[in-house]
RNA sequence: GCGCCCGUAGCUCAGGUGGAUAGAGCAACAGCCUUCUAAGCUGUGGGCCGCAGGUUCGAGUCCUGCCGGGCGCGCCA
């Protein structure tokens, strides 16, 4: 329907231009500013093109209205009326069996087309690649991963909804000092434990088993949670581990440590229903058959934008627009980090992505510009770049702040937390708010209000209709094929209004896909879900009326559909009971 | 000091790339279970959109300055 009034105006418009009344600048744009307005007094759709355009036409809006109006030609005859209102609004107002035609095509369409409802293909196939989490190596998730996480991976499915070819990729730092200080705390650990320390303490601390107040003094690069002495206790007992030498054994603490630790992340990311199609190793990017480090610093120095000084090798990223110039290898011959990343992101588009997203926790956005840089360095668009930040959660528990430290070894695992509150409940509080806003998360809250909690209010809707259903099939309700039900039995302004929103599905997918924007969908639906439960509690669905049942049965089914896979979008359950 | 983000109801936050009278949840108060699930519904109150200018037909939204909060500014990762 907005559709239809768009191309409306748009005839016009050229109707116009043609006819010299009209210049031909704005033949040049395809936007027309339909909208559906939000007070019924001013019609079905709104436009704003004539208050847009007057300025470059040099004519007063409601002149340009006026032309607009005269020559839109109404084939189809939807239209009941036409108003010029306040300085220039157009107000389109649909004939009433118009609308509603329209609106019965959308309970035809989700019908048809199901789980599919709402895909897009403004995507166009482009090869898009999600970088999320990319936790180190060396500890259990936080519940900050656990926000990455669930923004990662809600935005790539609405990506891959909207049309996209996305991939998604976990990022594994496990090469250089942090991985090096793993293997350190855990060998530490095992050392201290075969010195008769039966907690495997490095030092005595001074307060027993408490290192809320930090790492103790002689171990200040050390690890000290829990976790590590669990490791180095785990290694102890294997056979093969106490037959090598101490050389080896560090070796063995690191590796073995590296690896036990991300399959505990992958387990955690898998019960948290995020999968990731590409784990990639820092240490890819460093191997000697083709050191991708070296390549990418070779091709930026064949550019002339590597240069040299105090020993030091830098990228001149000031070339495009950082602060300072930046150090890829340091005099001592080891690379950085942002070495690293320049070449892994130089592998990105080497894989054949047309763009890239990468989600940071809020405290990188220092870091932005330079990769920013690196990028139009290598030759690529900034554009194609793209960083979704995520702002850090702070926990809370009974009101108060969760002090957290992985050296110290006091935090809360994004894996206790989602026992503790549900994996749906988790997702959902993530992407009730927008990525780059400050986000408490209590424990306690969250918990006791569970049933007052956004997201069960929403899944009940679905759960409420699966019951609904369990009733009419019980009453031995057979629902005949959507063409030989009556829709138009669907009169009343809320199931009208519950159809519109549903209809407005789809447009809601695209924007949010173009805008990066998961949490829109989480808004939507509220409000479904709102009108839902507020159409229930007033109407039987099933009655003795059975033309006016079936009908009903559509509406709400398609309620559900759209519910379900707004849900699955978000990575959240749609249960079939409560 | 410089840079980035934020400031909207008592609290937590939306506000679709500038549109008509700024919304929701929680909290508070008053009601609704002989009815397909009360994890629900109905109603009420609540606002200087941080402050001051500017841009234009029109600003919560864009620009500048200030105030207040967070974060970042390494040859660390």
């Avoid at 768009?6 to 010299?20: M, P, R, Y």
Wanted: hydrophobic share 40%.
């Amino acid at each position: 329907m907005k559709k239809k009034i768009e191309q409306l105006i748009k005839n016009a418009i050229f109707s116009a231009v043609d006819a010299g009344e009209l210049s031909l600048f704005n033949r040049a744009r395809d936007q027309f500013y339909v909208d559906a307005a939000k007070d019924s007094k001013h019609g079905d759709f709104a436009s704003t093109i004539a208050l847009v355009i007057a300025k470059p036409e040099k004519k007063s809006p409601h002149d340009i209205a006026k032309i607009i109006i005269r020559r839109i030609d109404d084939l189809d005859n939807i239209l009941e009326k036409i108003e010029i209102a306040g300085p220039g609004f157009i107000n389109f107002f649909i004939k009433d069996i118009a609308e509603r035609d329209a609106l019965y095509g959308v309970l035809n369409e989700i019908e048809v087309q199901g789980a599919n409802y709402g895909r897009s293909d403004i995507g166009n196939g482009k090869p898009v690649q999600i970088e999320f989490v990319s936790a180190n190596p060396t500890g259990p998730l936080h519940i900050g991963h656990g926000r990455g996480a669930a923004v990662g991976d809600s935005l790539a499915r609405l990506l891959s909804f909207a049309g996209y070819d996305v991939k998604k990729e976990f990022y594994i730092n496990d090469f250089g000092s942090q991985v090096e200080s793993l293997g350190n705390s855990i060998y530490a650990r095992y050392a201290l434990l075969s010195s008769g320390r039966p907690h495997g303490y490095y030092v005595s601390p001074p307060h027993g088993d408490d290192f809320s107040s930090g790492p103790p003094e002689d171990a200040p690069n050390l690890y000290l949670g829990e976790y590590i002495s669990d490791l180095a206790q785990e290694f102890k007992a294997r056979p093969e581990f106490e037959k090598l030498s101490e050389d080896e054994k560090k070796l063995y603490c690191r590796e073995e440590g590296i690896k036990t630790m991300l399959r505990q992340i992958e387990d955690t990311l898998s019960k948290f229903g995020v999968s990731f199609d590409e784990w990639y190793s820092e240490r890819k990017l460093y191997d000697p058959k083709d050191n991708l480090v070296r390549a990418a610093i070779d091709e930026l120095r064949e550019k002339g934008l590597v240069f040299e000084e105090g020993g030091a090798v830098w990228l001149r990223t000031t070339r495009f627009g950082d602060d300072k110039d930046r150090v890829l290898i340091r005099n001592n011959g080891q690379t950085t980090y942002f070495a690293s990343d320049i070449a892994y992101h130089r592998d990105k588009f080497l894989r054949g992505f047309k763009e890239i997203i990468d989600v940071w926790g809020a405290d990188h956005h220092g870091y932005i510009p330079r990769m920013k840089a690196a990028i139009q360095a290598l030759g690529h668009n900034p554009d194609e770049f793209n960083v979704l930040l995520v702002q850090l959660v702070n926990l809370m528990r009974e009101g108060q702040p969760v002090k957290m430290s992985k050296r110290a070894g006091t935090f809360v695992t994004l894996e206790e937390v989602m026992d503790e509150v549900g994996t749906d409940a988790c997702r959902f509080t993530f992407l009730l708010r927008r990525p780059d806003s400050h986000l408490d998360f209590d424990l306690d809250l969250v918990k006791s209000q569970s049933s007052e909690n956004p997201v069960y209010y929403v899944q009940y809707a679905h759960a409420r209709l699966s019951s609904v259903f369990r009733q009419a099939a019980e009453k031995g309700i057979a629902l005949p094929p959507i063409e030989q039900v009556n829709l138009s039995r669907l009169s009343l302004p809320e199931e009208l209004a519950i159809i519109k929103r549903l209809s407005a599905f789809p447009e809601l997918v695209e924007k949010a896909a173009e805008a990066k924007e998961p949490h829109r969908l989480t808004y939507y639906l509220q409000e479904l879900a709102g009108e839902l439960h507020s159409y229930y509690f007033r109407h039987k669905f099933i009655s003795d009326d059975l033309e006016l049942t079936y009908a009903r049965m559509y509406l709400v089914e398609a309620v559900q559909q759209v519910i379900k896979t707004a849900l699955n979008l978000l990575g959240v359950n749609a249960p079939g009971s409560m």
